[in-house]
């Protein structure tokens, strides 16, 4: 889904790039003013407040997003070379070590699991 709207994104650029010409300041940006400059940081974050409050979501830190994204794939059971990579993180250590808060449920999920393969549904214990 989020390929989907980046190339959507892509294509509403190309258009905007036809139109605008040499006016058009190229950097290659996915998020970008509408004249292709980069953002203004403060604006990035003022709109991402407002896009919060009007899907009456908790408001967090933009960078909250990275940590969001890194705990709900180690609670899909991800694999951790996979989110270390995506996090840029030059060892899985370091990813293990930031979100080892988010370990030990999933080690309560794993033996259940490992319990339910063992045992199947009619475990005695």
């Known amino acids: 889904m989020t390929l989907s709207v980046l190339k959507q994104q892509k294509k ?7 139109k605008l010409g040499s006016a058009y300041a ?4 996915v998020v970008c ?6 953002i203004n940081p403060r604006n990035l974050l003022r709109s991402f407040y407002n896009l919060l409050e009007k899907t009456n979501l908790p408001k967090i830190r933009f960078h909250d997003l990275r940590h969001t994204h890194a ?6 059971g991800e694999n951790i070379k ?5 996090l840029g993180h030059s060892s899985v250590k370091i990813t293990l070590d930031t979100y080892s808060h988010v ?5 309560q999920d794993a033996s259940d ?13």
């Open 12 to 18: 509403q650029f190309a258009t905007t790039k036809l």
């Open 26 to 29: 190229d950097h290659d940006l």
């Open 33 to 38: 003013s509408p004249n292709g400059n980069p």
């Open 71 to 76: 705990s709900l794939m180690l609670q899909q």
């Open 82 to 86: 996979l989110i270390s990579e995506r």
């Open 103 to 107: 370990l030990p449920n999933m080690q």
């Open 113 to 125: 699991r490992l319990d339910q393969t063992i045992f199947g549904s009619s475990s005695p214990y």
